[in-house]
């Protein structure tokens, strides 16, 4: 008996490894984590860290795009929407949810673009897909559906196109000199 087996089919260890390399949910199944909020304008959030949608903002290469605003009007504030102000306010407001405090596990998905519904001046805006079951079984606890109204998944913004950033208007963003033969003044001869 040899202890080196020689055959044509590979081991079963090695096809369920590769099987799972193929799955790309299974490759990008980092759990995260973020506390649930109430924020001021009236939603119930998961806070995501700032620096991630900030260095994926900063790896995108879409022409006119922005960092987009808070749900609050404010200077950034990343986070997954898990209630709508109107949805909070059926279920009794943020002080009836006593869950706020606690963390709820994520894991991203992919980026998409979407057209921006409801969002004044802005024509679309990325998000990154979010999954987690958990956030869906809070939502389900409180009578709502498993997901915010108007969405497919639970996700983060990313960026955002303001309304006519891409189209031609009067701004003209180039600079034209008057003279391109003549010399900057601090490389003529001092007099």
């Known amino acids: 008996m040899s202890l080196i087996s020689v055959t044509d089919q590979p081991s079963p260890d090695f096809l369920r490894i590769y099987s799972e390399v193929l799955d ?6 980092v759990q995260m984590a973020g506390l649930l909020q109430a924020t001021r304008s009236g939603h119930l959030i998961l806070g995501v860290p700032t620096a991630l949608v900030r260095g994926v903002f900063d790896a995108m290469s879409e022409p ?9 009007g404010g200077a950034l504030r990343a986070g997954i929407v898990v209630m709508t102000p109107s949805e909070l306010e ?19 998905g992919e980026l998409v673009e979407a057209s921006a519904r409801g969002w004044p ?5 990325w998000h990154l897909r979010v999954k987690s079951p958990e956030l869906g079984k809070l939502r389900r606890s409180y009578g709502l559906p498993t997901k915010v109204e108007g969405d497919s ?6 960026a955002c196109r303001k309304s006519g950033v891409l189209s031609s208007n009067a701004t003209s963003k180039t600079t034209v000199e008057e003279n391109p033969q003549k010399l900057p003044d601090w ?5």
Request: neutral net charge; glycine residues 10%; proline residues 6%.
């Open 24 to 29: 790309l949910e299974k490759r990008a199944a």
């Open 90 to 108: 059926s279920v009794g407001g943020a002080s009836s949810v006593s869950e706020r405090g606690k963390q709820y596990p994520y894991s991203l």
């Open 121 to 125: 001046g802005v024509s679309a805006c």
């Open 153 to 158: 998944d639970f996700s983060i913004v990313i």
């Open 187 to 191: 490389t003529l001869p001092s007099q």
């Open 64 to 72: 006119g795009i922005s960092m987009p605003t808070s749900v609050d």
